[in-house]
Structures are given as C-alpha cells and as structure tokens.
C-alpha cells in the first residue's frame, strides 16, 4: 500500500526521481524522468554513460563511497538529454537500507541550467561593474591628483610671480644708489690718481730747494704719517670697492633678468644668457660644494618664456648640487643641432634609483626627507618644458650621478619676428 502510494506520489513531482543501484545502474526513473531521458520505465542503464566526460570520474566516485559509507550526497554535473545536449543537474541523494545493507539510492535530479546561467550573467555582470566602478574611481582619483596639481602648480606660479615682482622692485631701488656709488668710485680714483701725481710733483721740487736738514725732516714726517703705504693701500680699497660694486650690479642684473615677469607673448632669448643670470642667483646654493663647468656653444636666439626656462635651470642646478654629498661636479653643456637647441646639466653626486627614475616628474613625488622637498619642483619644470614644446630627458647610475637633457624646438624667424 505504502510503495504504491510513494510511487504514484513520485510520478507526479514535476522533476526527476530516480533508482541507482550499488553497482550504479539506473533502474527505475518517475515521469519526468523518462521525459528528460527518453527511456522506458523499466529500461535499465549505467549511469555514468549519460554523465558528461567532464565530470564522469568525480561523480561516480562519489556514489560508489555513497555505498560503501551510507550518507546523504549532493552532486552538480551535465546530464545526457534525449536530444543529445548536456545540461546541468543538482543529484540529491540519500541510501536506502534494507535489512542491514544498502539496497540502492533515491535520488531528486533538478535541472539548474537556467540557473547557473542567470548566475554566471550576474557574476559577469558584477565584475563588469566593479571594473567600471575601479576604472572610474581611478579616473576620479587621477583627476583630483591633476586638480592638486594644477592649484599647487597655480599657486606656485602665482607666489613666482610675486617673488618676481618683489626681487625686480627691490634690484631696481638696489640699482639706483649702485650706480652712483660706482660712479663715485671712478671718479674718486681718477682724484687718487692725481693726488698721487701732484704728491711725486711736489717731492722733487722740495728736494730739490731744501738743505739736506730740510729733506731729513721731510722723509721722517713721511714716513711718520705712512704717506707711500696710504697712496699704495687707498689705491687697492678703490679698486676692491669697484670690483664689489661690479658684483653687486651684475647681480641685481642677474636678479633682474631672472625675476623678470614675463608678458602674455614669447620673446627671443638667448639661453646661454639665461644660465648666466641663473647661475649668478643660484651661486649661493652652488658655490660651497660644487665646481661648475660651463661648455657653451653658439646658440641661435629661442623664443621662449625666459623666466620660465631660468625656473627649470634653478631646479636642476639646486637639485644637482643637492645631490652631491660634499664636494662635487656640475657641468652645463648647449649646443644647436637642426631645428633645435639643447641644455645639458649634469653632476657628479648620488644619482636616481632606476624605480624612481619614472615616477621623478610626477606631482608630489619626492625622495627627499619629510619637510625638505614638496615634490613639485621637477613636475613644474617638466610642463614648462612640454609647454615649449620641448621635453626633458634624464639618466643616472646611483652613486655616478645624474644628466638632464633639455630639448626646445627653433621657430622660423618670420614666427619669431611675429611672435616678438
């Protein structure tokens, strides 16, 4: 009564409800079953044929286990349809004991093709979106970066500009009292020269009309007052003062240039003359450790933003004496080649690790201590550089130093003479 009842009640459940004996024949199959497989009721057939090759091994290591340590089972593999497509199954089965022994398996096969494809579409679909998710946080991380960037580039440009202002305000007033101070000193040495003159006179007429007494007197006065070491000693004071007078003037020049704000336009410069004036602010930074080497070939005039250019040769200058411990080398090469003209400044001093080698020109990127470097300096002079259209090339080995290479294309004349 009972088996007939489980029976008629199997036949009627809308998925598959098999018999597997231990030697892992199918014997008995419900309705749906013989739908799916095509088989007859009593049709008897190993179940490994109808498995996929795929999983074939697995399962029927499973099931055979499944006899020999009775337990629940749950298997998913690819299951033979009538038609001859594999499809995906999940097997739940359980052993059915009797008398002690393990007569077979009732097992419940439900089709979850549908399913594991509506999974895999949401598994491609959730990778699509995290990939555009990470793309587009990137591109907003990489955005704010740029944003960083081009405020503090902006505020660096606009606090340069200031600094300009300032530094061409004050070489101006600096100027004004140098000028009349050298001048004085000219004037005041042609006045030495003719004391010095009207002194020699005036010795030899007096030897001459004095008695030997008279000239005693007047070598011992002399001597006393230390006439020929105050002619001798004013004559280096006046031109010791004219050499620092023409210091101070060639560095307020200097100063000039270097700070000069440039205007909306381009204008022809000669770039050897803006690492003069560089080298004359930047003296100061040098001057302690470094012996400068200068090779300077002709150049043809480059139209530019020369405050600018004098910018990025400060920073590789500083950067350069920087990077030698105590005492080293910075060497500065230029020459013309073609349409181009190159500035070449090198040292001699710890050089670049090759991992940072390209990170060097990115915003914020700095290998000096905490509070010593705001690792904007070499991208600023990087965008000054691309917006000549130029670029900056480096090299270095740790511990021989470190060589940037500064290419600037040449405009045709009439440009430049259009540009100016």
Not at 21 to 47: D, R
Not at 92 to 105: C, H, Q, R, T, W
Not at 390 to 405: C, D, P, Q, Y
Request: with cysteine.
């Amino acid at each position: 009564m009972q088996d007939g009842f489980f029976r008629q009640l199997a036949e009627q459940v809308p998925i598959s409800v098999i018999w597997l004996t231990p030697e892992l024949q199918l014997t008995w199959g419900n309705a749906a079953w013989q739908a799916y497989t095509g088989k007859e009721p009593a049709e008897s057939f190993s179940i490994s044929d109808s498995i996929h090759a795929e999983e074939q091994e697995k399962v029927c290591k499973a099931l055979a286990k499944l006899f020999e340590q009775p337990r629940r089972i749950q298997q998913e593999f690819r299951f033979l349809r009538h038609d001859g497509e594999y499809r995906w199954h999940q097997l739940i089965g359980s052993p059915v004991e009797l008398e002690g022994k393990v007569a077979g398996m009732v097992g419940v096969l439900s089709d979850i093709t549908d399913q594991m494809m509506v999974e895999e579409q949401m598994l491609a679909l959730n990778d699509s979106l995290e990939e555009m998710v990470a793309e587009r946080t990137k591109d907003l991380q990489q955005a704010n970066q740029e944003l960083k960037a081009t405020q503090s580039q902006m505020l660096h440009h606009e606090k340069m500009a200031s600094v300009g202002q300032l530094a061409a305000g004050v070489a101006h007033e600096i100027n004004n009292p140098m000028g009349f101070i050298a001048s004085n000193l000219n004037s005041l040495g042609k006045y030495l020269e003719r004391f010095s003159g009207f002194i020699q006179y005036q010795d030899q007429l007096l030897k001459e009309h004095l008695d030997d007494d008279g000239k005693a007197q007047l070598k011992a006065e002399r001597k006393k007052q230390k006439i020929d070491y105050l002619l001798e000693d004013s004559s280096d004071l006046i031109d010791e003062s004219q050499d620092g007078a023409g210091r101070v003037q060639e560095i307020v020049r200097n100063l000039k240039s270097f700070s000069r704000v440039d205007q909306a336009a381009e204008q022809p410069a000669d770039l050897n003359e803006c690492l003069e004036s560089t080298i004359g602010i930047a003296w100061n930074e040098l001057k302690y450790k470094v012996t400068l080497e200068k090779e300077y070939g002709e150049l043809p005039p480059v139209l530019c933003h020369p405050q600018q250019l004098n910018q990025v040769f400060m920073n590789l200058m500083v950067n350069g004496a920087q990077a030698i411990a105590e005492k080293g080398t910075v060497k500065i090469k230029t020459w013309h080649a073609g349409d181009e003209v190159f500035v070449q400044i090198s040292d001699d001093g710890c050089g670049i690790p090759e991992k940072n080698l390209s990170r060097i020109f990115e915003p914020f990127f700095t290998t000096k201590e905490v509070g010593k470097g705001t690792g904007l300096g070499m991208s600023i002079s990087y965008d000054i550089v691309r917006s000549h259209g130029g670029e900056i090339l480096v090299e270095s080995t740790v511990g021989a130093g470190s060589t940037f290479t500064i290419r600037l294309p040449l405009k045709d004349t009439d440009e430049q003479a259009e540009s100016a």
